[in-house]
């Protein structure tokens, strides 16, 4: 599970603002260094995935592929001419207008942020996988010592 955040420098004080986009909620962390600012972000995703997880909703924003767009009327006319010259329909003409919007904004800088972001999120997962084993491990000693207290409460 991947998530996408965006990043802000905000005020004099130099502090860095993060804001996890692509969720159902409002989640931000902050930090005022780099480090501090992945320490944030990994919390912030470790209390939200635990809240998701107790109250039963998924943590990623649901994206069925569909969405309306408003565009002038004269714009709209464009496109749908465009499309049709091209032997494409709007949807196609637009899905692939979009797609190339995107890849013009695949810079080098981004994909380090976001090879960070996935590393930093993997490490993420592993400690809360790790919590949840030692979480397990504990309610079995505690139902243990709540069985052993009955007997011995019993046998007396």
């Known amino acids: 599970m991947a998530f996408t955040v965006l990043l802000n420098i905000v005020g004099e004080d130099e502090v860095f603002h993060g804001k996890i986009i692509g969720i159902n909620d409002l989640v931000t962390f902050e930090g005022e260094s780099v480090a501090a600012?992945?320490?944030?972000?990994?919390?912030?995703?470790?209390?939200?995935?635990?809240?998701?997880?107790?109250?039963g909703a998924p943590p990623l924003k649901s994206f069925k592929g569909s969405f309306n767009v408003r565009v002038i009327p004269d714009l709209h006319r464009k496109a749908f001419i465009t499309a049709a010259i091209q032997g494409v329909s709007l949807n196609a003409f637009v899905e692939s207008?979009?797609?190339?919007?995107?890849q013009g904004?695949?810079?080098e800088s981004l994909k380090r942020l976001n090879s960070q972001y996935d590393e930093v999120l993997a490490d993420s997962e592993e400690r809360l996988k790790k919590a949840n084993k030692e979480l397990k491990a504990m309610e079995k000693v505690l139902k243990k010592a709540a069985s052993n207290k009955e007997k011995a409460e019993s046998d007396q």
């Not at 207008?97 to 995107?102: L, T």
């Open 37 to 55: 600012l992945k320490k944030a972000f990994v919390e912030a995703v470790e209390d939200y995935v635990i809240l998701c997880e107790e109250v």
């Open 97 to 102: 207008a979009i797609y190339e919007k995107r």
């Open 105 to 107: 904004h695949t810079s």
